[in-house]
RNA sequence: GACCCCGUAGCUCAGCUGGAUAGAGCACUCGCCUUCUAAGCGAGAUGUCGCAGGUUCGACUCCUGCCGGGGUCGCCA
């Protein structure tokens, strides 16, 4: 249970009685009441802005007003205390049997607590990752992947009916460019073009990608077809088998890089399968009958024209009647699609799955594409649907605060494998998901290994294992006590009373709330500081015992205070291992 | 030139979508670490929240205009 949601809707409940009696307006507008957690401890236990919100609309003072208010909620059962404040916050101080409540509640729950209604189910599809299919995962589609994942899991947290989704970019020029280096490689591999040939091949131009991770995949096409393809001149006939070819090849392997980051979509969508299947035409299509596409001259660029810019008549979808800048190009000279043609038919293709909730991750290199998606989706839902695109922002890898030097073209760029077998998949994710996505972010190799409190997978999972360190000793120490979950369940929490003891139980009954501003928010970086401040407070009260032995969570003299802790300890533990689960993350049961 | 993101302590960053005296880690200063659950602990100091206006009872948060950094800008995806 949110118990700020508790105490929000109890609030209400106030103020809806006050304006039945007269003493207020009816039909105000609650949706700015807020009850939240003080920003400063010694304010209370729950503040609320009701009275300052309400005294406009309701022609009162506000610290008039508060006062009514509070007399009201000094009133309800369980609250000991109702204090006007500052410009007219009321402060509630409430009984502790509150705090211990969400104690009972995780204990009872397990890591299924914080899980939220806020979602009501609705139906939201995630689309994240989608790299190109023309070579390996690097550390920036890592990022997006995580963010993406993580979101995902957040959302479903969040009670909303999470689609993970994946769009296979399988048509059109790059993939042609890869079945092309390809062909190069597979020359390479019977003999007949040396490794200088294809350099020069590069370096001229004819072909894209140099990268060598294209030799496996030219050995094993000529492993299964011999020198079929090199006595065919023309690459018509061997581009698409080629590019179907390393297509398939390269989504195996990014399906591999996933599984090893412990990222599983529900759905992979190919765009050569929208095309071929005529919906990129009809999609269009659909546009044109709406009367918003149509042929013009879109200016030059201000500032930055390009060399060979010259006017050009071309297929324009009306994107600026939707919020875009300008409208933009759907068809390209040569008479094909463009790339957001595409798009606008895979979005089409997701509004006709039932989905009108879209969050979409991309690398922050396509922002500037983000608007006539969006107009895009508008247009094609009547401004129904909703997307919300978030960017990710680049990842600096570092070694010891020195940058590690990445060229594409060298193929010295640091792959997603890589980092994973460095420093395993739980580190790459969390550190992932400590910045806002939309902050770029410093991966440092030797720190994120380090064990101090800089490092906050490190912090996180030492409070985790700390936790279940003391449940070791505890089984020794009581060996008949019922240290199950169920059992803790019924220990004497009013034993809890030493403030910070009191300050974890807070953070706990604050989880689901953090859930719920995360989930709305799409940021699930927020549950990275959440843990954070967690595993702080848990140390905290570690150490406080190290100084008063009074203190400590193990008593061998009383078992009952002893039980009252471990319960918190074993709650503690509990809420930490719910926030790695959305991380996608394992709680570890010691450090080694 | 336009659009998007960023600008908060010396450094790296939070700041709960408008709340009260703006927070944390690092670095810095001082004290502690033979016992204890110490891959350290406690205490202290640190700010024109880029600048200037505006909205508001109230602005780091919203709006406008500048300044600085990054990204993007028809036929790449």
């Known amino acids: ?61 506000p610290k008039e007003l508060a006062a009514v208010i509070a007399e009201r909620l000094k009133a309800l059962p369980d609250v000991t205390g109702a204090e006007v404040a500052g410009p007219g916050f009321i402060n509630l101080k409430i009984n502790d049997e509150i705090w211990r409540g969400a104690l009972r509640d995780v204990l009872a729950i397990g890591p299924a607590y914080g899980d939220g209604k806020i979602g009501g189910g609705e139906i939201v599809n995630v689309e994240y990752v989608s790299a190109n299919p023309t070579g390996p995962m690097h550390v920036g589609h890592a990022r997006g992947a995580v963010v993406g994942d993580a979101l995902a899991r ?80 023309d690459e018509k006939t061997w581009i698409p088998p080629l590019r179907d070819f390393t297509v398939a090849y390269m989504m195996e392997a990014v399906k591999e890089d996933l599984a090893a980051l412990g990222v599983q979509h529900d759905i992979f969508s190919s765009e050569k399968a929208l095309v071929d299947a005529g919906k990129v035409d009809a999609a269009l299509q659909y546009l044109a009958d ?13 500032g930055k024209t390009p060399d060979d810019w010259e006017p050009r008549p071309q297929l324009l979808f009306k994107a600026t009647q939707f919020g875009d800048e300008v409208d933009r190009p759907v068809k390209k000279s040569d008479g094909s699609w463009t790339y957001f043609a595409g798009d606008i038919a895979y979005h089409k293709d997701k509004v006709d799955r039932g989905f009108y909730n879209l969050i979409n991750v991309w690398g922050a290199d396509h922002g500037g594409y983000v608007k006539r998606v969006q107009a895009a989706l508008k247009a094609l839902t009547v401004g129904k649907g909703k997307l919300d695109v978030q960017l990710a922002q680049m990842v600096r890898v570092l070694n010891n605060g020195e940058p ?24 790459v994710r969390f550190i992932m998901l400590t910045r806002k996505n939309d902050a770029p972010l410093d991966f440092d190799y030797a720190k994120v290994m380090e064990k101090s409190r800089e490092n906050p997978v490190f912090y996180v999972q030492y409070a985790h294992a700390r936790g279940r360190s003391v449940f070791r000793h505890a089984a020794e120490m009581f060996p008949g006590a019922d240290l199950t979950d169920k059992g803790l369940g019924k220990a004497d929490l009013s034993l809890l009373k030493d403030s910070d003891e009191v300050g974890v139980l807070r953070m706990i009954a604050n989880w689901p709330r953090t859930i719920e501003s995360a989930a709305v928010a799409h940021e699930p970086h927020r549950i990275a500081f959440y843990m954070y401040d967690l595993a702080s407070a848990f140390h905290g009260l570690w150490n406080k015992g190290n100084d008063a032995a009074e203190l400590r969570f193990l008593q061998a003299a009383d078992q009952n205070v002893s039980l009252a802790r471990l319960a918190l300890v074993r709650g503690v533990g509990l809420v930490i291992a719910s926030g790695l689960a959305v991380f996608g993350v394992e709680p570890v049961e010691e450090m080694r």
């Open 1 to 61: 249970m949110n118990i700020f949601a508790d105490f929000k809707s109890r609030i209400d409940g106030v103020v809806n009685a006050l304006a039945a009696e007269g003493a207020l307006p009816a039909g105000l507008d609650l949706t700015r009441v807020a009850a939240e957690p003080p920003r400063e401890a010694g304010h209370g236990d729950i503040t609320t802005n009701a009275a300052m919100v309400l005294a406009k609309p309701a022609g009162k003072n």
């Open 154 to 233: 957040l959302l479903a947290k969040a009670g909303f009916a999470v689609t993970k989704e994946y769009y296979i970019n399988d048509a059109g020029g790059q993939v042609d460019h890869v079945a092309r280096a390809l062909h190069a490689r597979y020359l390479q591999v019977l003999g007949k073009l040396s490794e200088e040939d294809v350099q020069g091949k590069l370096a001229r131009k004819e072909i894209m990608y140099g990268g060598a991770y294209l030799m496996p995949v030219a050995e094993k096409l000529a492993g299964r077809d011999g020198d079929k393809w090199a006595k065919v001149e």
């Open 290 to 302: 709406q009367g918003l596409t149509y042929t013009g001259v879109l200016e030059p660029p201000k």
């Open 404 to 427: 590690v030097k990445m060229s594409k073209r060298a193929g010295t760029f640091v792959t997603l494998r890589d980092l994973i077998d460095e420093v395993g998949k739980d580190v």
